[in-house]
């Protein structure tokens, strides 16, 4: 278990500074900088001026090196509109993005595993079936629709919630309940077909054959052998947490990463869309990080190497 | 005679898709006395599983499944979950094709042997321990030990049938349904199987179904042989009966199909044709499609059950009296 966790952890370092390296080219390759951020008819010395304050003068595997060993120590520079550490104006938004979206996890998993779990064992049945044209319409619905709608409904016609901002709890309520209808949708699918296919195996027969009660075939044979590959969708849902927030916070006016992430894009701030990127990305990386070692957990044959 | 064990008298499983219906099973009777050792052979398809899959009640819903199963004085088809929880290895336990599907991938198979003793004999922890390194051991698994803690996919195949095995004594059964548990198994480890499984009724006195699609399998290692077709038993006699007089053409062909180790070598035959869809059934026999000696009754009758000696029984139309409807075979060059 050991090897394995740490195979993974060094996989992890790698992909980052992939995302590093990745993010660098990518924003060089959109353009000169300081031709983006001066306007183009800049006087030539200002446009000069700015490159040597920047470092964009220098070579660019100079420029590179530099930049990787900053990003690595979580230094990306100061915002290039009001001077202040991209790294801080990253991290300061980053609580109000997670006060909307961990809450709307909760929701995904809180109410897609059960509804999946059931439908799996009622398969076919009435419940089965109403349970997956729900979620069929849950997750075909765009989030802004779902999110324009939700607020004409709770916002404007009932007038129960707040339609937009965050200066209370309650603005918070349509925003997680937006973001979390088609996570849940998405699990409870994905949470029944994986049981399905675990019921149909034979250990299963064989673990009934042995005189266990249903509900302990279900909860011993069943369940942790269908955590394995719901704990992929899992994953994704927690890796996309941070960067899924972006149609979402906008529509609500939610003074979140998405939000950071739309302005910085729109000014041409380079220094604080890398550092969401690298957040976005580390973040990911994490989460898969965990889903990696929660399979070497639920399945020995990962662990072993074996398969 | 004392009452047998098992006793199952008209059952039948009908499978009804919505599309089509098929009846995997039709009106079996059998009687499995105490200690003693049945074989259910037949071709793939002829409804053997299906057969105990039901008696136990493991089928799928949409399977409809109808007559009796009594052991004890209690009626199995129909009877709550609980009332078959409570046989279901208890007092009736199966293994299966193929072990090593058989056994959950995700738990140690020592835990899997627990589970059962904790269920049926209410032993934990140290005794659930003891008790399972002493079925490993009956069971011929050796350094049983250390294999507690190892996961199926660490074993081998003919392993992890032992492994099977022992869960399925765990609860001291009276009787044992071997669901084909040799046939994904090399040959070397099928006769170890087969001579362990001969061992432990020996040494417990339970009662044993083997089911095989090969009779020779069978025929070694029975007291009594039911061979099936098409989801009705066609035959039924002690194993020496069968051999030296089967009297169903369908019998004498399995018989005709095996390869002998005493007389002179034969060239195999296998039956032409193969076993009817369950949802396309013949009316009639439903072997004469395939039968070399059917006649006009066979394919508008279904033939009666005929009894040739005390314990053997045909269900053919005629009275060939051993002797093969099946061409001679010439012996191999
Ligand atoms: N769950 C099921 N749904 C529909 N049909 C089934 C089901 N299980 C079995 N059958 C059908 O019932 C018939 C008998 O199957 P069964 O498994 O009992 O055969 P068998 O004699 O055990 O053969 P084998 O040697 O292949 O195991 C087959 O035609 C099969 O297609
Ligand atoms: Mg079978």
């Known amino acids: 278990m050991l090897a394995f966790a740490l195979s993974r952890l060094a996989r992890a370092a790698i992909t980052i500074l992939f995302v590093v390296t990745f993010a660098f080219i990518v924003l060089r390759l959109s353009g000169d900088p300081a031709l983006l951020i001066m306007s183009v008819d800049a006087p030539p010395e200002a446009i000069e001026a700015f490159r040597k304050a920047w470092g964009l003068d220098r070579p660019i595997w100079e420029q590179y090196l530099a930049y990787a060993w900053h990003a690595l120590t979580g230094d990306f520079g100061k915002s290039m509109r009001d001077g202040r550490p991209a790294i801080d104006l990253v991290l300061e938004r980053l609580p109000a993005t997670l ?6 996890l909760a929701l995904k998993l809180g109410i897609g595993i059960p509804a999946g779990i059931y439908a799996a064992l009622h398969r076919n049945s ?10 069929v319409a849950g997750f075909t619905m765009p989030s802004f629709v779902l999110a324009l709608v939700l607020v004409l409904i709770f916002g404007v016609t009932l007038g129960w919630l707040p339609a937009s901002g965050a200066d209370s709890v309650w603005h918070a309520v349509l925003p997680i309940v937006t973001l979390g209808t088609a996570g849940a949708a998405i699990m409870a699918r994905f949470t029944r077909s994986a049981m399905l296919e675990v019921l149909g195996q034979p250990y299963i027969r064989a673990a009934s054959a042995k005189g266990l009660a249903w509900w302990l075939v279900v909860a011993k044979h069943a369940l942790p052998n269908a955590a394995i590959p719901t704990v992929t969708i899992i994953g994704f849902m927690v890796g996309s947490l941070v960067a899924g927030a972006v149609i979402v916070e906008s529509v609500f006016a939610w003074p979140g990463i998405g939000r950071l992430l739309v302005s910085a894009v729109a000014n041409r701030d380079l220094a604080v869309v890398q550092a969401l990127l690298m957040v976005i990305a580390a973040w990911m990386v994490l989460a898969n990080l965990c889903v990696d070692l929660a399979y070497g957990w639920l399945d020995p044959r990962v662990r072993s190497g074996a398969r | 005679m004392a009452a047998p064990l098992v006793s199952i008298r008209g059952l039948s499983v009908d499978f009804d898709d919505g599309r089509r219906a098929a009846r995997a099973v039709d009106g079996v009777d059998a009687d499995i006395a ?17 057969t105990w899959l039901a008696a136990l009640g493991l089928l799928p819903n949409r399977a409809r499944v109808s007559g009796e199963v009594r052991i004890g004085g209690m009626n199995l088809i129909g009877a709550e979950r609980r009332v078959l929880e409570g046989v279901r290895g208890k007092r009736i336990a199966m293994i299966f094709q193929d072990p090593s599907s058989c056994l959950n991938p995700v738990h140690r198979i020592g835990r899997q042997v627990t589970e059962a003793l904790r269920l049926h004999r209410g032993m934990d922890g140290r005794a659930a321990e003891a008790e ?11 350094d049983a030990k250390r294999r507690l803690s190892d996961y199926p996919h660490q074993l081998s195949g003919g392993l992890n049938q032992r492994v099977m095995i022992a869960i399925a004594l765990a609860g001291q059964p009276e009787l044992l349904i071997a ?3 040799t046939t994904a198994l090399d040959a070397t480890i099928q006769a170890q199987i087969l001579l362990l499984l001969s061992r432990i009724r020996r040494e417990t006195g339970m009662a044993m179904v083997l089911i095989s699609h090969d009779l020779g399998v069978v025929a070694e290692n029975v007291d009594r042989v039911c061979v099936m077709y098409a989801g009705r038993i066609v035959e039924q006699a002690p194993g020496e009966a069968l051999f030296d007089t089967p009297h169903h053409p369908y019998t004498q062909g399995l018989l005709a199909a095996l390869p002998t180790l005493t007389g002179p070598r034969r060239r195999l035959a296998a039956i032409p044709g193969s076993v009817p869809e369950p949802w396309n059934l013949p009316v009639g026999c439903r072997f004469a499609p395939r039968c070399p000696a059917a006649e006009e009754r066979c394919r508008h009758e279904a033939p009666p059950r005929r009894v040739i000696a005390p314990a053997h029984q045909a269900a053919c139309h005629f009275d060939v009296a051993g002797q093969s409807v099946w061409p001679a075979q010439e012996a191999a060059e």
């Open chain 1, 99 to 104: 006060a909307i979206t961990l809450p709307a």
């Open chain 2, 132 to 142: 399972a390194l002493r079925l490993f051991d009956q069971v011929g698994i050796a």
């Open chain 2, 34 to 50: 105490a200690g003693e050792a049945v074989g259910l052979v037949g071709e793939s398809g002829s409804g053997k599983s299906v």
């Open chain 2, 179 to 181: 669901d084909e548990p």
């Open chain 1, 126 to 135: 009435l419940a089965d079936r109403l349970t997956m044209m729900v979620s």
